[in-house]
């Protein structure tokens, strides 16, 4: 990564640690208590598989107000079923195109994971941020990297916000800035 990059993911990350210390913390669930990660191989089987609070690959930095994590897959390779517990943003710093499945298995979508993206939590929805996505993201789901190259992001779980405490104009607007940044 070259000093331009890591310039602008520290600045992305000081933003995103800001915003979450804005609200207040509400009850987290610690990392050591989330259980180990279960493969996943919905894109083979059709089927459900079990679901793990794993939303990343492996977290970078916690405290009481934001979780941090590290977000990396090969091509071809699969998420676990995992299922968001707080708000959350993520940059893509290698962009690719990811498959989205749904708890039952089922193929959902595809899409380009590209710039910087917002999800606040709804019920058993995810709702997004600052844009319209033409399909409903479940709370529940997993990811396949169908591109030609690694993906690569950094998501940061909002523990304090999720549900209220941010105003969704704010984060938009800081996206946007950001989004044109990059």
């Known amino acids: 990564m070259n000093r331009r990059n890591r310039i602008n ?34 894109d083979k089987t059709g089927k459900s598989c079990d679901v793990d609070g794993y939303v990343g690959s492996s977290v970078l930095y916690e405290d009481d107000s934001v979780r941090v994590w590290n977000f990396t897959l090969a091509p071809g390779e699969m998420t676990s079923m995992h299922r968001h517990d707080y708000d959350y943003h993520f940059v893509a710093i290698k962009p690719t195109q990811l498959e989205v499945y749904g708890e039952d298995g089922s193929r959902l979508f595809d899409f380009t994971a590209a710039g910087v993206l917002g999800f606040k939590l709804v019920g058993d929805l995810l709702e997004p941020i600052g844009i319209d996505l033409p399909w409903p993201v479940p709370r529940v789901h997993a990811a396949k990297n169908i591109g030609e190259s690694e993906y690569l992001e950094i998501l940061f779980e909002s523990k304090g916000t999720t549900g209220a405490g941010v105003d969704p104009a704010k984060v938009a607007e800081v996206m946007q800035d950001l989004n044109e940044e990059l």
């Open 9 to 42: 993911l520290l600045s992305i990350a000081c933003v995103f640690l800001a915003l979450a210390s804005i609200a207040s913390v509400a009850r987290s669930i610690p990392t050591d208590e989330l259980g180990e990660t279960k493969k996943c191989e919905a």
